[in-house]
């Protein structure tokens, strides 16, 4: 009785797997092609090296996985890279985008915010850029503070984008942080 019951376990655990194995390898597979078409989008805008690529791709993972326009990012980079906002900044911007949409604005929006809030810390700077990693620290400050009294309204999105988790919505995992010490940005409407 008992061998009889870890077999019916056994073939349906078998049947478990055997079904819910293609859709998930299949799922895999789709957020590898939209990474890619992100990639594609990003080198073919700003001629970024494929380390400096590979560099952003949790923060293309989470494009993906929220269907944002690869086009809609790849502009938000090329407006980062044309300001000398490369690495830890640019990384810091493309999160921004992600916080923006995780809370319900759409790619338009969120780049549109995103680049307000980059050109405005630009334009606080005299255009001079000392250090690229603070001005993503400001931007990402600034476009939180606009996002702050917005619900979080995806569910299914990854979680922080440098070094956080893959679970949850998006959170403080593996954020940068900072306080401003100009001015917080521009004020939008959203």
Do not use: H
């Not at 380390?51 to 993906?64: G, H, N, T, V, Y």
């Not at 490369?86 to 916080?99: A, F």
């Amino acid at each position: 009785m008992r061998n009889a019951r870890l077999i019916k376990l056994a073939v349906a655990l078998g049947f478990t797997v055997a079904i819910g194995l293609p859709s998930a390898f299949a799922a895999g597979e789709k957020g590898s092609a939209d990474v890619s078409k992100f990639k594609d989008e990003i080198q073919k805008q700003t001629q970024l090296s494929e380390s400096d690529i590979s560099a952003i791709e949790p923060q293309l993972r989470e494009f993906s996985q929220r269907d944002a326009s690869p086009d809609k990012v790849a502009g938000l980079a090329k407006d980062a890279i044309d300001n000398n906002c490369t690495g830890p900044c640019l990384r810091d911007v493309l999160s921004s985008m992600n916080s923006a949409m995780a809370k319900g604005l759409s790619s338009d929006d969120a780049q549109s915010m995103v680049s307000t809030a980059l050109r405005d810390q630009v334009q606080a700077r005299g255009g001079a850029i000392a250090d690229p990693s603070e001005l993503g620290n400001q931007v990402r400050a600034s476009v939180d503070s606009q996002l702050a009294g917005r619900p979080a309204t995806d569910s299914g999105a990854t979680g922080g984008t440098m070094g956080g988790t893959d679970t949850g919505t998006m959170g403080t995992g593996g954020q940068t942080g900072g306080t401003p010490s100009g001015p917080a940005g521009g004020t939008s409407n959203y």
